[in-house]
């Protein structure tokens, strides 16, 4: 077997006897692989047919040392590479005729693949996203905290919880969610699987919401966290994003994490406040084809 050497499969099962593993090896960097390959690997039949995704693994020694997947939506999740091996990823999906949207991975793997991109296909990639990784140390709840309390959503609120995950997006500049919701896709949207927290008033009127995903691997990703702009800086989040992280501890979770924006000083204070402690950047780069309107001028 080649070093470098990756092997693709659209077999998500016969994937996971691989790789599950190595994912499972490390749950707080792996969050988003875990999460997205469940999904993935949920869908019927049917649905893999129609809009296969890819999954990738790469081996040496006998062991797995990085992993792809490939949505059918053209997201491109990686686990970390070095700069070599991100070209040599780069050239085999070309190759193959893999044309990725956009790729998320770690800080450094996100702009060696970006990089190694923009050599093989001439395009530019462009950064449309970057976050800081928080994990949790020792849920420390909000002293003190709003009058109210948690409750976890049911059926009946799903109007609400539907409203408040479009104007998240909104805020957020989430064009593809907003999309799949505005499409009645909510159960194709990456909140469809999620579970919900309110923070209620004492009257039961619901002024924050916490999504929380399912335990996998023993991780569980608390995203989105959302308070409507007019009911801010009063400690709302911080309490719903509390119960959502103690609901996680409760339902098994070894490790709780979840994703912020650098550019908000005031949530990366905030989950600190409550325990959470950075441990990683992330960050995406849009992919064009070398065919595509992004292509860049190869003279």
Do not use: K
């Amino acid at each position: 077997m080649l070093p470098d050497d990756w092997h693709l499969t659209q077999d998500a099962d016969d994937f996971l006897a691989r790789a599950g593993d190595f994912l499972r090896s490390r749950p707080v960097l792996h969050n988003t692989p875990l999460t997205d390959i469940e999904r993935l690997r949920n869908r019927t039949a049917a649905e893999r047919a129609a809009a296969p995704a890819v999954f990738g693994l790469l081996e040496s020694g006998g062991e797995v040392r990085a992993i792809l997947y490939l949505t059918p939506r053209g997201r491109l999740g990686l686990t970390p590479l070095g700069a070599e091996r991100a070209d040599v990823l780069a050239a085999r999906l070309t190759g193959l005729g893999h044309f990725p949207a956009d790729v998320i991975a770690d800080h450094d793997t996100a702009g060696a693949f970006a990089e190694a991109w923009r050599r093989h296909t001439g395009t530019a990639p462009v950064p449309f996203w970057r976050t800081h990784l928080y994990r949790l140390g020792t849920l420390t709840p909000p002293r003190p905290r709003p009058e109210g309390r948690g409750r976890r959503t049911g059926a009946e609120d799903r109007e609400q919880v539907v409203r408040w995950c479009r104007e998240f997006c909104v805020d957020v500049g989430e064009r593809s969610s907003i999309e799949l919701i505005d499409a009645g896709s909510w159960d194709e949207s990456r909140f469809g699987d999620r579970h919900f927290t309110f923070w209620e008033t004492p009257d039961g009127a619901p002024v924050s919401m916490a999504a929380a995903t399912s335990v996998v691997g023993g991780m569980v990703r608390v995203d989105p966290v959302y308070t409507p702009a007019r009911l801010r800086g009063r400690g709302y989040a911080g309490a719903v994003t509390a119960e959502a992280s103690s609901a996680a501890l409760a339902a098994g979770a070894t490790e709780v994490v979840l994703f912020t924006d650098p550019d908000n000083p005031t949530s990366n204070a905030l989950y600190q406040r409550l325990g959470y402690v950075h441990v990683a950047d992330f960050a995406g780069y849009r992919l064009a084809r070398p065919d595509g309107p992004n292509a860049a001028d190869r003279g």
